[in-house]
């Protein structure tokens, strides 16, 4: 196992990764930094950009996006209470009265340190994970795989607690549209209305790019004036009495990191989900919890160690079974298939020294992005007072063109349009864009094990219940479907009549 280690970190030890690592950190920093795009956003339009590279270096450029956003959100969640991504928005409730009262420093400070510690617990997690991942892995065939998809699209649409229903009708359209195209497994095309560039199914890359880069600047454009809406200028100083305090606080950085580690690796819990339950935590385990809101420094250390933490664990179901814990997760899905890394069995045993790379990567981006974030945190929070009729613009074009160049059809372009406005209206009218995101990833996956599992037990229906994973999934199912009504009663209960 220490030889897997060392060759991953030699392999990212080398010119052209590292250079690669260091782009995909300042990328990072940014689109962290900018409310409503964050790493999802970040990975889609870099996607066709990887390409021509490399898989070792395409996943150096991801690792370097992925450990650095963490850290670009915090820093206008704490200056301007607009949070890059929607994990910092755990940061908000104390971060920003502290830079209110004029300890902004103090605040990112102790977000870098806790950033920093958190994902190095988070990467150890993984490593001593993965040598079992594989052992695990062997134990599922096609009836638990089918299963373990049907699993990931429901505790997906049940993850955003009131939009169950939205949820799963999102992941059906989106399971709909996975089918376009011609099937290996039936031999003939589905829904291509006599267009040959359906043939292939629905591009992945562009559809993503419209999903989410584009869907978020017309809603940016909708919206109009300037990203965070906030005035002023912002006094940063004392960010290394914050670093001080975290290693003051070593517990809460220890909880924060813990329960990001575990909520990172189930599928579909957010990073949003694992810092709020790190406060929610901190808050219950303080002394003083009346100062939490108002400006305790311990609710800054908590949901920051959650957040870089669940990013390193998010990492084994994504690439153990080919289950996407998040939206950031399922565009880095995207990437790896793009690259011939087939998520599972294959790719715990083939590409073991991408995956070690991988976890280093993102290691060093957490560590890099958080030095860089206390050196250019000022000339950072401006990005923020960009106005929408010049940052939208931008993005937009960057997002057709490269939505085009991943192989210089037209017809990428009009995907992209089409997902673009798909996804801009699922934010107007609260729809979950992950489910269909997921959907769109996993459609193949479900529809192979579904038809191999058939085609093992000649139709026979009982295969899935024959061993006891099958068993145990089937189990997680009907819990995850049951458990919206449960919070229901359970409230009710409490209720007085």
């Not at 085609?455 to 999934?473: K, N």
């Amino acid at each position: 196992m220490l030889d897997l280690w060392l060759s991953g970190f030699l392999g990212l030890m080398q010119v052209r990764e590292l250079a690669f690592l260091g782009i995909g950190m300042a990328i990072g920093v940014v689109f962290g930094a900018i409310p409503g795009l964050g790493g999802a956003t970040a990975l889609a339009l870099l996607m066709p950009l990887t390409y021509g590279l490399e898989p070792f270096t395409a996943l150096a450029l991801s690792g370097g996006v992925m450990g650095a956003i963490p850290m670009g959100g915090s820093i206008t969640a704490i200056l301007l209470n607009a949070p890059g991504a929607a994990p910092n928005a755990a940061t908000c409730l104390d971060g920003y009265p502290l830079a209110q009262q004029g300890k902004a420093g103090l605040a990112i400070g102790a977000a870098a340190s806790a950033n920093s510690l958190g994902g190095i617990i988070g990467t150890i997690s993984v490593l001593a994970v993965l040598p079992v991942a594989k052992q695990l892995v062997l134990l599922f065939g096609p009836p638990e795989f089918f299963l373990m998809t049907i699993f990931a699209l429901v505790t997906v649409a049940s993850a955003s607690r009131r939009q169950l229903l939205r949820g799963l009708i999102t992941g059906g359209l989106g399971l709909m549209i996975s089918f376009i195209g011609y099937s290996d497994v039936i031999g003939g095309e589905r829904f291509t209305f006599g267009t040959d560039y359906l043939w292939d199914g629905i591009n992945i890359v562009p559809a993503l790019i419209g999903l989410f880069a584009v869907a978020e600047m017309i809603n940016l454009s909708a919206k109009g004036g300037t990203v965070s809406r906030a005035v002023g200028t912002v006094v940063v100083t004392r960010m290394w009495s914050g670093v001080l305090e975290t290693f003051k606080h070593l517990g809460t950085v220890l909880r924060g990191s813990l329960i990001g580690t575990l909520i990172g690796a189930i599928p579909g819990e957010s990073g949003t989900v694992a810092a709020f339950l790190s406060y929610s935590l901190t808050v219950q385990a303080s002394k003083d919890p009346g100062s939490f809101g108002k400006g305790n420094i311990e609710g800054v250390i908590a949901p920051e160690a959650a957040i870089n933490a669940k990013d390193g664990s998010a990492l084994i179901p994504t690439i153990a079974f080919g289950i996407p814990s998040g939206a950031e997760m399922a565009v880095f899905l995207g990437i790896l298939i793009l690259h011939g890394m087939q998520p599972g069995p294959l790719m715990l045993m083939n590409n073991q020294r991408e995956i070690y790379g991988l976890v280093w990567a993102l290691t060093a981006s957490c560590l890099l992005a958080s030095s860089v974030g206390l050196l250019f945190v000022r000339p950072l929070a401006l990005i923020t007072l960009i106005d929408a009729d010049i940052l939208a613009p931008l993005v937009l074009c960057v997002a057709f063109v490269g939505s085009f160049s991943v192989n210089g059809e037209i017809e990428n372009v009009i995907v992209t349009a089409v997902f673009g406005i798909l996804g801009y209206l699922m934010i107007r009218f609260d729809y979950p864009r992950l489910t269909v995101v997921i959907a769109l990833v996993l459609g193949n996956t479900t529809e192979r094990s579904f038809r191999q599992s058939m085609a093992m037990s000649d139709g026979d229906w009982s295969i899935f219940v024959h061993r006891g994973t099958s068993l145990v999934i089937i189990a997680s199912i009907a819990l995850t479907l049951a458990l919206p009504l449960l919070r229901v009663l359970v409230r009710r209960a409490r209720s007085p009549a």
